[in-house]
């Protein structure tokens, strides 16, 4: 629609209630507070609307569906994502990039089915569901002079060069939160990608906090050590977040479900 034509439905809409809806300030415009009190009425009319779209064209799609995700990371959940591709290869998957803090408007915007991300949004038209949680280690060099300990604690790695992701991923905030409430800011000396972070450590150029699954694959990589930390578990949540009231079709409904059996599985396995 173009800009023309959407101010004059806002008229038409203004004069058809004869109440102003919209603060206009320059060239912006504002939700007034009958704005607001008409968006909170029609908002869930609108919900209706589309899902009975989606429902329709779920029908339609009975065979080949999509499944829309928003991810932090394409590394996020992925071992879950590409199990569940090899049970529902007729299920086609578009995975996109966000970021963290963008979440909330790309749920509202965006038409996604699920968001993957490790935080909790203060949104209570959202559902928020914690699949697992991730537990954290430290990766460093197996000739570091800390490579032969049992366990370290965080407070001894004030004074090591960190590698990580660089600023604006979550893992990079995550890493240095949990410093930081160990008493120290990381000095990270290394910015790189996931991909980059096993021969970087292989180098001796830095240490790094890692996930669980970053233990597999060191299982072959003689030249690196993973540590558990002292003290209580560092633990992320891995979360699964969507509309409270959006359609969920069959392709989401399997990809919930799934997530739901995957990571308890991984739960057990970890336990034993």
Do not use: W
Not at 189 to 211: K, N, R, T, W
Request: negative net charge; contains cysteine; aromatic residues 12%.
């Amino acid at each position: 629609i173009t800009q023309p034509a959407l101010n004059l439905q806002l008229l038409r809409l203004e004069k058809e209630l004869g109440v102003s809806l919209f603060d206009r300030v320059g060239r912006n415009i504002y939700l007034n507070d009958c704005g607001q009190s008409f968006y909170a009425f029609v908002s869930p009319a609108l919900a209706l609307l589309e899902n009975a779209v989606r429902s329709v064209d779920d029908f339609r799609q009975q065979r080949t569906e999509n499944l829309v995700l928003g991810s932090v990371s394409q590394t996020y959940l992925q071992d879950a994502i590409m199990a569940f591709r090899h049970r529902q290869p007729d299920i086609r998957i578009s995975q996109f990039t966000i970021e963290p803090e963008n979440a909330e408007r790309e749920l509202n915007q965006n038409d996604f089915d699920f968001l993957l991300i490790p935080k909790y949004l203060d949104r209570p038209d959202f559902v928020q569901e914690v699949v697992y949680e991730d537990r954290f280690f430290l990766a460093l060099n197996a000739a570091h002079p800390m490579a032969d300990r049992p366990e370290i604690s965080l407070a001894d790695l004030k004074d090591e060069p960190f590698i990580s992701l660089p600023k604006g991923y979550s893992f990079r905030s995550f890493t240095e939160e949990i410093c930081q409430a160990a008493g120290f800011t990381p000095n990270v000396a290394m910015e790189c990608f996931h991909c980059q972070m096993l021969d970087l450590i292989s180098a001796g150029l830095g240490v790094a906090l890692v996930p669980e699954a970053f233990k597999k694959k060191c299982q072959y990589n003689h030249a690196v050590k993973v540590l558990p930390l002292s003290g209580p578990p560092v633990v992320r949540p891995m979360l699964v977040s969507y509309k409270k009231n959006r359609y969920m079709t069959k392709a989401a409904r399997a990809f919930l479900e799934f997530l739901r059996e995957y990571y308890a599985t991984e739960r057990v396995e970890n336990c034993s």
